[in-house]
């Protein structure tokens, strides 16, 4: 994909507020370790992140994206969440560097994930 084609796309979605990620490179599935790749559930440290253009996934929460910005290296995202603490906003960030994902979850440092394979 050419530059412009990605500026544009991003363009694109700010303009028409679409809650779109544009660093493809955050999309997928991210975790503590290998085995905890293949999760669905559970604590955070034994579930991976998973995270889509329009959607988050993490231990019980369930997130649509309402409104996200990038900074740098970093992704910062306003989610909408479902989960056991039932229906409130959370506040995420997702700062990429050397193929790890650093995740601020909720104001609360959450930790360093690698990509799923």
């Keep these: 994909m ?6 544009a796309g ?3 979605a700010a303009v028409f507020g679409t809650p779109a990620i544009c660093a493809d490179s955050i999309n997928g599935r991210w975790a503590k370790d290998l085995s905890s790749c293949t999760r669905l559930f559970g ?3 034994q579930s991976p992140l998973i995270v889509t ?3 988050l996934r993490w231990s019980s929460d369930v997130c649509r994206i309402a409104r996200s910005y990038k900074a740098a290296n970093t ?3 306003q989610a909408m969440c479902w989960g056991y603490s039932g229906e409130r906003s ?3 960030s997702l700062h990429q560097k050397s193929g790890r994902l650093t995740v601020t ?8 994930l690698r990509r799923c394979p």
Excluded: Y
């Design 2 to 7: 050419t530059v412009w084609k990605f500026a």
């Design 10 to 12: 991003c363009l694109v």
């Design 43 to 45: 604590a955070a440290a």
């Design 53 to 55: 253009h329009n959607a």
């Design 75 to 77: 992704v910062h995202i």
């Design 90 to 92: 959370i506040p995420v």
């Design 105 to 112: 979850w909720d104001r609360g440092p959450r930790g360093e």
